[in-house]
DNA sequence: CGTTTTTGCCTTTTT
DNA sequence: GGCAAAAACG
């Protein structure tokens, strides 16, 4: 029973409270994990339920990883059904693919393959790609998946606007091609998990009965379709334990229904609600600052996080010209801290987009400060990796057009853009995956000469290095196909530092084989695992990153660069989703927030180049939301900030005296005049756009000639 | 017909 | 300041 006593009150409330529904409102810093974990082990250790009748789903790969290894640390937990959500999905959906017209070996696609067969698709009916961008229509198909829509179940009014009448059409031609090249995406891997409960009543049972006890981390991340998928698993036994934090929901674009949580106690009669308010992490100034700011949220459970870390240092708030003057601004503050003792990897900057992080690369270069950037760039992202996957898939599942696609000419082979098209061509009318085409035209002597060579060449490789992956190790046909196909030779052969890096990182994935005993399970890790780059745990680097990517880290010392309206909160997500967009970004600037320890340093720049324009902005309400007995505010534009070097001062106001009269008079924070939405203020502006926020009709963006100031 | 060069679009967040 | 699709080139 050693296990409990390091528990406090709450969180031991949360883990002996096995029995019905229950929602652990665990704030940032409150030991979430540890309930978690010690829940588990305290089921297996009461006898209560062994390890393969307990299920229990978070949504990344590294929460699982390190759930796995701290429940270890306090019991035998060998059995134990533990993974996100896709891989448990991915795992139960390979044992009933034929419900599906799949096969058990089906790919599991990814976000780009999704958005390039979405856009040929709509090629191919002749829908104009730049009125309807691809991505769009996607994320409209996505958000249909997420809420448990199959193409059948959209309803008219579902798909009542132009876009939506697009999206339902490209859905169902969608869904029969993935089907044709036995491919899934990530929405149909819970999609179908769901649609197998639900028509499946024996199928269910034996689940229901497995599964005794349920767990779900991060339960204010779950969609309409996982709610509904572990709803159904849980009903029987009702020990269902979900934990999350309302005020750290962040992922609505991706269909997260925040309504989830907050709704638990109506869904789940009798659920018992257990708050965990005593924060290990930060002092008392930066939780007041985040409570401060998240209690203008209206649709929260509501918490206050106290700690006895007791006082500390107040959040800082620093004005700065423009965004190079806010990256070196930031990067002598992290110098200072350096030299203090702070460590390099209990630092970080958290950014709202990816853009933001480059002023910041070139600063810290700059001054020779080692950095990693957390969630970048992928390394299965990466071209070469995605070239010899690509290879892979279509030697497992000839049917895989995407890939086949891809690398039907890398290396160059004489096979081009005509030829794919007459290849797709004749697919599409004989009802053919595009190599089935193929090798019908080969047969028919439809193609000739050096094509029709290069051709049967491709085709006779790929039935070959399918078989050989039946029975040789995977690892050593992998490196057949990088020598066989040409690819290798054709890297070696350029010899630039890129070339040479690539050739390093096919080497690394050999390597990363050879530790599968077969394809199959490592394409299934490629697919579910994504986080391999940059660990943020990495000694003696500075970590910059998005703020969605820090949800669930913390460091002594914590930079939030960007705060102006527009960019922090984003400017799409109050015009596309309004007062609900406006919470989320107000929710993830407190995830920003509670990821301090000791130091929280806010910064806004006045001027910030987006593209190749200037942009002026006011600072980011949430700024104003920090009542001063919290916060120090100052500014690094001249004055009384003591570590601001000379060379500050030249630099910055340099761009400022170069703007004319007549420009710098349209700035941010003046009113202007609008023939018919009449009076506003500017909130940011550019050469010729100006964006206002009117006083009767909102936010709009207007050219500058229509308004006068005021 | 296939390859090289130029243009034109960007950028919210990602399992 | 980057990358993919269209236009020009061979």
Redesign the pocket.
């Known amino acids: 029973m050693n296990y409990l006593h390091d528990l406090n009150a709450a969180q031991l409330e949360a883990v002996q409270y096995t029995e019905g529904p229950l929602l652990v409102l665990a704030g940032a810093g409150t030991g979430k994990t540890k309930v978690l974990t010690h829940r588990i082990a305290h089921i297996i250790e009461q006898g209560k339920a062994g390890p393969h009748n307990i299920l229990a789903v978070t949504?990344?790969?590294k929460a699982a990883k390190e759930m796995q290894e701290r429940i270890s640390q306090i019991t035998q937990s060998y059995g134990l059904n533990l993974g996100?959500?896709?891989s448990v999905a991915a795992k139960l959906l390979r044992q009933y693919a034929n419900f599906f017209d799949l096969s058990p070996s089906f790919t599991i696609i990814?976000?780009d393959d999704q958005v390039?067969l979405v856009?040929s698709l709509m090629v191919e009916r002749g829908i104009d790609t730049?009125t309807y961008?691809p991505?769009v229509i996607l994320s409209i198909i996505s958000r249909w998946k997420d809420m448990g829509l199959l193409s059948g179940k959209v309803t008219e009014q579902d798909a009542s606007s132009r876009p939506y009448q697009i999206a339902l059409d490209i859905y169902r031609s969608y869904q029969t091609r993935l089907v044709q090249s036995n491919a899934v995406d990530?929405g149909d891997l819970l999609l179908y998990n769901n649609e197998l409960l639900l028509n499946n009543p024996d199928i269910l049972e034996m689940y229901q009965q497995k599964f005794k006890y349920i767990l779900i981390d991060e339960y204010q991340d779950t969609n309409v379709v996982q709610y509904s998928w572990a709803r159904m698993l849980a009903k029987q036994h009702g020990n269902l334990c979900c934990v999350g934090d309302d005020d750290q929901s962040?992922?609505s674009?991706?269909g997260a229904e925040v309504g989830n949580i907050l709704r638990f106690e109506k869904d789940f009669a009798g659920a018992k609600v257990i708050k965990l308010e005593q924060n290990y992490r930060s002092t008392t100034p930066i939780l007041q600052a985040a409570a401060s700011v998240i209690q203008n949220n209206k649709h929260r459970h509501g918490k206050t996080l106290w700690t006895e870390r007791g006082k500390g240092d107040p959040v800082r708030i620093v004005s700065c010209w423009n965004d190079k003057e806010e990256a070196r601004f930031v990067t002598s503050e992290i110098m200072r801290l350096m030299n203090d003792k702070t460590p390099a990897n209990e630092i970080a900057i958290l950014v709202?987009?990816?853009?933001q992080t480059?002023p910041f690369e070139e600063a810290l270069i700059a001054n020779a400060i080692p950095y990693k950037i957390i969630?970048g760039l992928?390394f299965y992202d990466r071209m070469e990796i995605r070239d010899l996957l690509s290879y892979i898939r279509v030697a497992l599942n000839l049917q895989d057009d995407l890939a086949l696609e891809r690398i039907i000419?890398v290396p160059?082979?004489?096979?081009?853009?005509?030829?794919v098209k007459?290849i797709k061509a004749y697919a599409r009318e004989n009802n053919l995956s595009m190599f089935g085409a193929i090798e019908k035209m080969l047969e028919l002597g439809l193609v000739k000469n050096k094509?029709g060579e290069a051709l049967g060449i491709l085709v006779r490789q790929f039935h070959a290095w399918g078989q050989r992956y039946q029975k040789e190790r995977p690892a050593d046909v992998t490196k057949g196909i990088l020598e066989d196909s040409g690819y290798m030779a054709m890297l070696k052969e350029e010899k630039t530092d890129e070339s040479r890096g690539r050739l390093e990182n096919l080497n690394e994935m050999l390597r990363a084989i050879a530790d599968f005993e077969n394809i199959a399970a490592f394409m299934e890790h490629t697919s579910?695992v994504?986080?391999h780059d940059g660990e943020p745990d990495a000694r003696g680097y500075v970590s910059l990153?998005?703020l969605?990517?820090s949800k669930g880290l913390e460091f002594d010392a914590v930079f939030l660069p960007g705060w102006e309206e527009g960019v922090f909160p984003?400017?799409?997500?109050i015009t596309?989703?309004g007062a609900k967009?406006l919470e989320e970004e107000r929710r993830?600037a407190y995830v920003g927030i509670t990821r301090a320890k000791k130091w929280v340093c806010i910064t806004h720049a006045e001027s910030r180049r987006?593209?190749?324009e200037f942009v002026n902005s006011l600072p980011s309400r949430f700024i104003a939301e920090i009542p001063p007995g919290s916060s120090l505010r100052s500014s690094s534009k001249g004055g009384s900030m003591s570590y601001r070097p000379e060379s500050f001062t030249k630099r910055v106001v340099a761009p400022q005296s170069q703007k004319t009269g007549s420009e710098d008079s349209y700035r941010a924070g003046r009113r202007v005049n609008h023939a018919s939405f009449g009076a506003g203020i500017i909130v940011r502006h550019s050469s010729d756009n100006l964006e206002i926020a009117f006083d009767k009709v909102g936010m709009k963006t207007i050219k500058k000639d229509f308004v006068q100031l005021v």
């Open positions: 949504f990344t790969n996100t959500f896709h990814n976000a390039k856009k730049s961008a991505k990530f962040i992922y674009w991706r709202r987009a990816g853009f480059r969630g992928k000419n160059k082979r004489a096979i081009g853009d005509t030829t007459s094509l579910l994504m986080d990153m998005t969605h990517a984003h400017q799409k997500a596309e989703e967009g993830i987006i593209f190749h």
